[in-house]
């Protein structure tokens, strides 16, 4: 069963436009979400995270917004460049879980120029 | 500054081949290591983990197996390839947040 699900599975946006990546998940003790981020024929690299003591998580153009109700974050890239097109993964972990951190289904991203 | 190092940065092989991969890791002094496998366009599974030398927890193991022979050096093996073996294994440490290594790219033919 999978534990943190992604959607879409591919998006293609317009540069300039904003990309929004939807991420929800099962485990209500999940307490980590990095967002990573894998170019092709590349191992993955640490976006951003965000903990859910706060609902906003910002870092230049990429934000964070975060439902802990309804267990859901979204990813969103404002102002999209084609340097952005990649996978995009979301993932998860809890303090009970100790070293497993579960990964999403990824989104490919492709930013049109 | 850390680094992690893997080898080989990628394999062809046969089915019913050995197989071993290696990653390393300096600049940092136990380190918790991990094993990760990623089919071609697919998310990224855990294998294996290990918080000190000599442990490892399985978490997947798909007829693979992992060591840790020295506190900066995590190997993943078999003694049979599959074909279903084929892939991308990346190893990673834990600081802040888990790091990767630059990945081995396997193909079981």
């Known amino acids: 069963q999978q534990q943190v699900r992604q959607s879409p599975q591919s998006l293609t946006v317009w540069e300039g436009e904003t990309a929004i990546l939807n991420c929800s998940y099962e485990?209500?003790?999940?307490?980590?979400f990095p967002w990573y981020w894998q170019f092709p024929r590349e191992s993955p690299a640490l976006l951003i995270a965000i903990r859910p003591v706060s609902n906003k998580k910002e870092d230049g153009r990429f934000t964070i917004f975060f439902n802990k109700r309804e267990k859901k974050l979204s990813l969103h890239i404002t102002d999209s460049q084609p340097g952005d097109s990649a996978t995009y993964f979301c993932?998860?972990?809890?303090?009970?879980?100790?070293?497993?951190?579960?990964f999403g289904t990824g989104t490919s991203l492709l930013v049109d120029p | 500054a850390q680094t992690i190092h893997q080898w080989p940065v990628a394999e062809i092989k046969a089915v019913g081949s050995p197989l071993s991969l290696g990653c390393t890791i300096k600049?940092?002094?136990?380190?918790?290591l991990y094993w990760y496998w990623q089919a071609t366009g697919g998310t990224l599974q855990q294998l294996f983990y290990?918080?000190?030398?000599?442990?490892v927890e399985s978490v997947v193991q798909l007829n693979l197996s992992a060591s840790r022979p020295k506190d900066d050096q995590f190997i993943l093996s078999t003694e049979k390839l599959l074909l279903s073996h084929s892939g991308f294994y990346l190893c990673a440490w834990t600081g802040s947040d888990y790091t990767f290594g630059s990945g081995t790219r396997l193909l079981v033919i």
């Open positions: 290990s918080i000190t030398v000599g442990q």
């Open positions: 600049g940092k002094s136990s380190p918790n």
């Open positions: 993932a998860a972990s809890a303090e009970h879980m100790g070293y497993k951190l579960t």
């Open positions: 485990d209500s003790t999940f307490d980590y």
